[in-house]
């Protein structure tokens, strides 16, 4: 399994709890090889998720395809992927 890890700064909490829960979730869940995926506000104005695939050719693929639209509240600040060395 292989890993998309995504961190973002946010400028509007709730525009991007409601960005995230028509748009983003829904796109990434529908991936080829889609497992499970986790998103989560953290202190800072800052948030992050994993989404978890099948292999990583499907976690490649998902992350070339990780952009913000115009206006979002979201701001990217890294896209990467990895491994899944454990889970529980």
Known sequence: MYAVVVTVAISDLDAAVEEL?????????????????????????????????????????LAANVKPPPGSPATLESVEVGEVMAHA
Request: proline share 7%; no cysteine.
């Open 21 to 61: 829960r028509e748009q983003v979730v829904p796109m990434a869940s529908a991936a080829p090889g889609f497992i499970a995926g986790y998103w989560v506000a953290l202190p800072g104005d800052k948030g992050a998720s994993i989404v978890v695939l099948d292999s990583e050719a499907s976690a490649q693929a």
